[in-house]
């Protein structure tokens, strides 16, 4: 058993868990992702989730899932049920379903137990004075003045609290613990804030809320939790929560673990800026394709297995540091590479006449769904007359090293026939609309013709057949790389982050259902959206591009 546990050992958290389990301090382990209703999630929490749940799996231990409702003006059942369908999309299932709310009961009797301590005090000064008197990282805090209440006041004003009988911001309950402490966490913080308001979960019984660094800790510990890990802001945080979990006398003994937080390029990491844009209407909800969200990304086409596969690769760590975007979209194509279908699209289209085809002939071409995977057969591909390609796949004066069709040259079809231009039409304002063609019938794809040769091969749509198709194309929807600290962040909006095009797909592709992925040939890798997508006309919004510079280092 220990040897099982060293040769899994692989990053500091890992080590910690097998040190606990050989030295027979925990017998199970047991995680727990805990998020705040207050948002959706985003591929941060992602790192956290696959991190908390593998990390018990692999020690056949439990991870809870538990919601953080303490603060009910930001949370809201919507969010709650996101964060559920997140994390089962991600490929996880928890023991356990618990919310902080279901402990404001003990967390209350708790808070009694350290009044009766002489631990906690109720406090009148305003959230700015209290703010004055905490001091600086230099300077030390001053008391309250109301710090030596008796036990018997405090008790007393406490339960006034809860009563409903002070406004909002009148009174709070603070631990008592050092104002001249280096760590100004430790510094008397608030435990307990009044907020009349209505709680998703349990109504209006409650007025008096417990803070995060209070409640957290008892949560932990009344789940029996053995490895409490969160990133790396709450490191200060630490002697707190151990000193709640000492004080309140908890039965459990949690160990906060702290790791680094994902950061990445062109992506925001904070649920109040992204709810910033959905409330200022840049995207169209928190899962527009463009947002990092795990339902943003999951729309997009994203897959569970890339991203689940991109939080491992980046592994655990003790430092902050950024990670290049392109590192997930590197396992993206990794992940769908193999796996989906080839099919042509026309995202810019220009029609091509093909003059010497039968103006009533259609044929039906026989094309590989997909070369690198024989067993996932061929689709018939209509061919006719007329054909849509792309407006860039044409030319009227190209530069040198231009293969593709122009006045006089001869490119191959995709899966069809070799076709040479002779003509082309142009509209009032000088654009190229139609294109005239002849094409050769010894060239046909697949009929072992091997006389002369072409250097381009150009992907086709038959436009007696075609499907109108909407194509969303994506940039970074933040244009500063590192910009996720700036106060004007709005300002850092790609004004182009999405691109709409009308064109056309193939006829099959009409029976194609939301979160149905593809490969374009030449575009990238796309899938079926699923809020635009209607019986007439598809959307598909794209991945990723088909190609990147990025490598994953071995």
């Not at 538990?66 to 991600?90: A, C, G, H, M, Q």
């Not at 800790?217 to 990133?231: G, M, N, W």
Request: aromatic share 10%.
């Amino acid at each position: 058993m220990a040897d099982n546990y060293i040769s899994t050992s692989s990053n500091f958290i890992k080590r910690i868990v097998v040190d606990d389990l050989q030295s027979g301090k925990h017998k199970e382990i047991i995680t727990r992702f805990p998020p705040e209703p207050n948002g959706y999630l985003h591929i941060g929490h992602a790192k956290s989730i696959v991190l908390n749940f593998e990390l018990a799996d692999e020690f056949k231990g439990k991870t809870n899932l538990r919601f953080d409702d303490t603060n009910p003006v930001k949370e809201d059942t919507e969010y709650v049920e996101s964060i559920k369908e997140d994390v089962k999309w991600l490929g996880f299932d928890w023991d356990n379903l618990f919310f902080a709310s279901d402990y404001f009961e003990e967390m209350y009797d708790r808070a009694l137990l350290l009044i009766k301590k002489g631990k906690a005090y109720v406090c009148d000064l305003t959230p700015e004075e209290i703010r004055q008197y905490r001091g600086t990282l230099t300077e030390p805090g001053k008391e309250s003045p109301f710090r030596n209440r008796t036990v018997e006041e405090n008790l007393d004003l406490f339960d006034r609290m809860r009563k409903g009988e002070f406004k909002d911001g009148e009174k709070v309950l603070r631990a008592k613990i050092d104002m001249s402490s280096p760590n100004i966490n430790m510094r008397d913080p608030i435990i307990y804030r009044i907020s009349h308001a209505t709680h998703h979960n349990t109504g209006d019984k409650w007025c008096v809320y417990p803070m995060y660094d209070f409640a957290h800790p008892l949560e932990d510990a009344i789940e029996d939790v053995t490895h409490s890990i969160c990133t790396l802001e709450f490191e200060d945080h630490r002697p707190l929560y151990d000193w709640v979990v000492r004080e309140c006398e908890m039965e459990g003994q949690p160990q906060q673990i702290e790791f680094a937080r994902l950061n990445m390029t062109n992506t925001v990491m904070s649920k109040r800026k992204l709810k910033a844009l959905v409330d200022a209407k840049v995207v169209d909800g928190w899962d527009d394709p463009r947002m990092p969200t795990i339902a943003g990304f999951r729309r997009r086409g994203y897959t569970a297995e890339a991203i689940r596969n991109f939080c491992r690769e980046i592994g655990v760590a003790k430092n902050d540091s950024v990670v290049d975007a392109q590192m997930l979209e590197y396992f993206i194509r990794e992940d769908l590479g193999p796996k989906v279908p080839r099919t042509m699209g026309v995202l810019r289209p220009l029609k091509v006449v093909i003059t010497n085809y039968p103006e009533d002939g259609v044929e039906m071409l026989d094309i590989e769904n997909n070369p690198d995977d024989e067993s996932m057969g061929k689709r018939q591909v209509p061919f006719s007359r007329e054909v849509y390609i792309e407006q860039d796949d044409f030319m009227e004066e190209p530069p040198k090293k231009y293969f593709r069709l122009f006045p006089g040259n001869e490119v191959r079809l995709k899966g069809a026939y070799f076709i040479k231009c002779n003509d082309f039409v142009k509209d009032e304002n000088g654009n190229v609309v139609e294109v005239h063609c002849t094409y050769d019938p010894e060239t046909k794809s697949g009929s072992g013709f091997t006389g002369r040769k072409v250097k381009g091969t150009i992907h086709w749509v038959d436009a007696k057949s075609a499907i109108p198709a909407e194509f969303r194309l994506y940039d970074p929807l933040i244009l500063d790389e590192n910009q996720d600290d700036s106060k004007d962040f709005l300002q850092n909006v790609n004004p182009n982050s999405m691109e709409v095009l009308q064109g056309f797909v193939e006829p099959d592709m009409k029976g194609a259902k939301p979160q149905d992925k593809f490969q374009f040939f030449r575009h990238g890798y796309f899938n079926v959206d699923t809020k635009h997508t209607t019986e007439e006309k598809p959307v598909f919004n794209r991945i990723v591009s088909l190609k990147s510079s990025f490598k994953v280092e071995k």
